[in-house]
């Protein structure tokens, strides 16, 4: 647990990209934890994407305060069913998220120690209480893991109403009467 110095972590990496590529202009933009690289750059050194995807997470790996990296194409080309994976590949979207997922160790913060952040894919981060209550909700509690994606098609099906355009997730049939 603890506090992850960026700065010294950017400083090693672009050492990184130099040495390895002769560039650092490999990665637009670094945030949530997400690096997106620069697709064209790596095009016009006649490099292949996947290998350099592949490289820098092995690279990350190396640093102290970086627990797993994935790339984009493990989330495309694996079907993770539980777990830190999981959550990540439940959020991934082909368009909008980046190349290389970074999970910091758990306990562990990058941002300004008065600040605060978007989460994490660690227990903590995730569990939160969810309730129900209501017409149409069945009486009782329970521990069962819930996905934030299941949350909008349980209020549709309590509603009797179609779920939303871009709906992935299922109601929670334990709660509905």
Same mark, same amino acid.
């Given at each position: 647990?603890?506090?992850?110095? #960026? $700065?010294?972590?950017?400083?090693?990496? @672009? +050492?990184? !990209?130099? %040495? =390895?590529?002769?560039?650092?202009?490999?990665?637009?933009?670094?945030?949530?934890?997400?690096?997106?690289?620069?697709?064209?750059?790596?095009?016009?050194?006649?490099?292949?994407? #996947? $290998?350099?995807?592949?490289?820098?997470? @092995? +690279?990350? !790996?190396? %640093? =102290?305060?970086?627990?797993?990296?994935?790339?984009?194409?493990?989330?495309?080309?694996?079907?993770?069913?539980?777990?830190?994976?999981?959550?990540?590949?439940?959020?991934?979207?082909?368009?909008?998220?980046?190349?290389?997922?970074?999970?910091?160790?758990?306990?562990?913060?990058?941002?300004?120690?008065?600040?605060?952040?978007?989460?994490?894919?660690?227990?903590?981060?995730?569990?939160?209480?969810?309730?129900?209550?209501?017409?149409?909700?069945?009486?009782?509690?329970?521990?069962?893991?819930?996905?934030?994606?299941?949350?909008?098609?349980?209020?549709?099906?309590?509603?009797?109403?179609?779920?939303?355009?871009?709906?992935?997730?299922?109601?929670?049939?334990?709660?509905?009467?």
């Amino acid at each position: 647990a603890g506090y992850m110095d #960026g $700065e010294e972590l950017v400083t090693k990496f @672009q +050492e990184f !990209l130099k %040495y =390895k590529y002769g560039t650092t202009d490999l990665v637009k933009n670094t945030s949530n934890y997400q690096m997106f690289l620069d697709h064209d750059v790596i095009k016009n050194l006649d490099l292949q994407i #996947g $290998e350099v995807q592949s490289d820098i997470a @092995q +690279e990350l !790996l190396n %640093y =102290k305060d970086i627990d797993k990296v994935y790339t984009a194409q493990q989330m495309w080309q694996n079907e993770y069913t539980r777990g830190i994976p999981y959550i990540l590949q439940k959020g991934y979207n082909q368009k909008r998220s980046g190349d290389i997922l970074m999970v910091l160790k758990p306990g562990t913060i990058s941002y300004s120690p008065t600040g605060s952040s978007h989460g994490s894919p660690q227990i903590y981060d995730t569990h939160v209480p969810l309730l129900f209550y209501g017409m149409g909700i069945r009486k009782g509690s329970t521990t069962m893991r819930t996905e934030i994606p299941d949350i909008a098609p349980t209020i549709s099906a309590l509603l009797g109403i179609a779920f939303p355009n871009g709906s992935t997730g299922t109601p929670i049939t334990k709660v509905l009467k």
